[in-house]
């Protein structure tokens, strides 16, 4: 399937260091999201990012995508305790309206 | 409403039951998703609206699961002769039009726990 997978499953940093979270995919795509779901909660929209655009910034986040490598990253910079959440990145299939969403990155953020 | 809204936020039930969650998603909204989320792990879609078209039912695990959506907005997914394997959030989302470079709006999602 399209599913994708995001790594690593969790990260756990100190306030004001940068978080990277990757995600990998499977075949081509039109188009990537990236959400947040606060635990209990439903998700975020964060960022979407198109297949011809290789990077995108969105105040502290910052996108990247490699089609070649079938990956893409998630940037939050000077992170902060209320960053703390779970991570996931959304693709569609080259053709339909489904969306793909990974398992997830677990981010803890320690003040 | 401003947002997407679920009902109810926590079901219990026994196995064999049937259940019915209920979304209500954002007004205009044309395009609408149900997913399930199992503990720790990602979303799996179950089944997609948008508009007057027939709904991508490819994603619902089994006959014992049906959705229906009334006038292009109210959803109910219901759920046949619950099994514990059905415990699970189920989450809905809404977009404005379908297609994945539309954001989608989730609701908070219910929790039905099959006992």
């Known amino acids: 399937s399209q599913q994708g997978e995001e790594d690593p499953q969790a990260l756990s940093i100190q306030e004001g260091e940068n978080a990277t979270m990757n995600c990998s995919y499977k075949?081509?795509?039109?188009?990537l999201q990236w959400y947040r779901q606060n635990s209990g909660r439903g998700l975020v929209h964060l960022i979407l990012?198109?297949?011809?655009?290789r990077e995108k910034h969105s105040g502290r986040l910052r996108v990247t995508l490699d089609t070649s490598k079938k990956s893409s990253s998630l940037l939050i910079t000077a992170s902060r305790a209320a960053d703390t959440a779970s991570y996931f990145c959304?693709?569609?299939?080259?053709?339909?309206?489904?969306?793909?969403f990974g398992t997830g990155t677990s981010l803890t953020v320690i003040p | 409403g401003a947002g997407v809204s679920q009902s109810p936020s926590n079901k219990v039930t026994e196995k064999g039951k049937d259940v019915e969650l209920r979304c209500d998603p954002i007004?205009?909204?044309?395009?609408l998703y149900w997913y399930r989320q199992s503990l720790g792990q990602g979303l799996e879609f179950l089944i997609y609206?948008?508009?007057?078209?027939?709904?991508?039912k490819s994603g619902l695990p089994s006959d014992r699961f049906s959705a229906e959506r009334t006038g292009g907005s109210v959803s109910t997914l219901t759920i046949q002769r619950t099994q514990q394997e059905d415990s699970a959030v189920y989450l809905c989302?809404?977009?404005?039009?379908?297609?994945?470079?539309?954001?989608?709006?989730f609701g908070p999602g219910t929790r039905l726990t099959v006992l």
């Open positions: 007004s205009g909204h044309t395009a």
């Open positions: 990012i198109r297949s011809n655009e």
């Open positions: 959304a693709t569609d299939a080259d053709t339909g309206n489904q969306f793909y």
């Open positions: 989302a809404s977009s404005l039009e379908s297609g994945s470079r539309n954001e989608q709006f």
């Open positions: 075949t081509s795509i039109n188009n």
């Open positions: 609206f948008q508009g007057n078209s027939a709904p991508d």
